[in-house]
């Protein structure tokens, strides 16, 4: 099964909603049908039929989602613009980030950074573990690749790595509606879901690369 990288996201407006890269039920049972269902179909469009309405008429009706993230970051005028535009790339990013295949671990010069940068794959894992759990309220943790340095960070939200010119790799969504139909509050069992059966090094490896 090929899992469809990052560069399959429709970056010209109007935007539409992309297709999943696996079906809604290939991330069983560690992730439900009927939530990547709600998530997907629900929260995921909204923000897509959001965007495409606020842009409208504006100096951003023919801008790439990434120059809408980046012009509008920070801007208390267009908050709005920003928070529906960050979450449709940070949506799809997370649908990527995950593999119903099974974890396939990060191997040459990748895991190289990895173990320069955290001492060991195990502990670039637990460390990720730990500030996904951490995390107060709504929000994503992400490995990004800063300069030529590797980081873990949390961004509340809809913030965005691509808004501090970091480079993603990967990133596990822990707003609620991501797991709270399977997991209700246990949020500690949904991120070891992730870590442990769905995290998809590969494509980290190639954002890593830069394809």
Not at 125 to 137: H, P, Q, R, W
Not at 144 to 152: E, M, P, R, S, T
Request: hydrophobic share 40%; net charge neutral; with cysteine.
């Amino acid at each position: 099964m090929e899992i469809k990288g990052l560069r399959q996201i429709r970056s010209s407006s109007p935007f539409e909603l992309p297709p999943l890269p696996y079906a809604k039920a290939a991330l069983e049972p560690y992730i439900s049908e009927k939530t990547i269902s709600f998530h997907y179909e629900k929260h995921h469009q909204k923000y897509v039929t959001t965007a495409n309405e606020l842009i409208k008429g504006t100096q951003f009706e023919k801008a790439s989602l990434e120059q809408i993230i980046k012009a509008t970051a920070g801007n208390a005028e267009f908050v709005k613009l920003f928070n529906n535009a960050a979450q449709i790339w940070n949506h799809w990013f997370y649908w990527n980030s995950l593999d119903p295949r099974g974890i396939k671990k990060p191997q040459g010069e990748f895991l190289d950074a990895i173990n320069s940068t955290f001492g060991s794959f195990d502990q670039c894992v637990k460390t990720f573990s730990n500030e996904a759990i951490a995390l107060f309220g709504s929000g994503y943790v992400w490995l990004v690749k800063d300069g030529a340095k590797l980081k873990i960070t949390k961004s509340t939200n809809a913030n965005t790595p691509l808004a501090q010119n970091q480079t993603p790799l990967l990133t596990i969504d822990v707003w609620e509606h991501a797991y709270y139909l399977d997991y209700q509050n246990r949020r500690p069992d949904y991120v070891a879901a992730f870590l442990d059966n769905l995290i998809n090094w590969e494509f980290a490896e190639a954002n890593f690369r830069g394809y």
